[in-house]
């Protein structure tokens, strides 16, 4: 079974940072990207970061790009991302995700979405 656990949200002033972690475990696939997703009160889900298992390879959404970095641990099976210079905009929820992966289309626009997802963890960015 592919779990995936979230963690590492909280409450930040503006200008700050924040590190989000996803333990993974289950993932029976070879070649796959793990990706971080956000979704505020009534937006659509945002695909920001996600890196490839195979190579390390790393894609970033433009709104996150220069402030963000996604990171893996193999040892700890973990994928961390990074948070630095957080905007107000930023607050939502948080959430991980795996699945098979395409460099071409990384956060699956095209694909109808990630398969399987972990809890969110909330993100609030004061001003």
């Known amino acids: 079974e592919v779990q995936l656990q979230a963690s590492g949200g909280g409450l930040v002033q503006a200008g700050g940072s924040l590190r989000l972690s996803c333990t993974t475990s289950?993932?029976?696939?070879?070649?796959?990207?793990i990706a971080w997703f956000r979704q505020a009160p009534g937006k659509e889900r945002e695909g920001l970061s996600c890196?490839?298992?195979?190579?390390?390879?790393?894609h970033y959404a433009d709104s996150v790009k220069g402030r963000f970095t996604i990171s893996n641990d193999n040892a700890e099976n973990t994928v961390h991302l990074q948070m630095n210079s957080l905007k107000p905009e930023d607050t939502a929820d948080y959430y991980c995700?795996?699945?098979?992966?395409?460099?071409?289309?990384?956060?699956?626009?095209?694909?109808?979405?990630?398969?399987?997802w972990g809890q969110g963890t909330q993100v609030t960015v004061s001003s």
């Open positions: 995700a795996v699945d098979v992966y395409f460099p071409s289309d990384p956060f699956h626009t095209s694909y109808g979405g990630y398969t399987y």
């Open positions: 289950g993932i029976y696939f070879d070649d796959y990207a």
């Open positions: 890196i490839s298992s195979s190579d390390g390879a790393t």
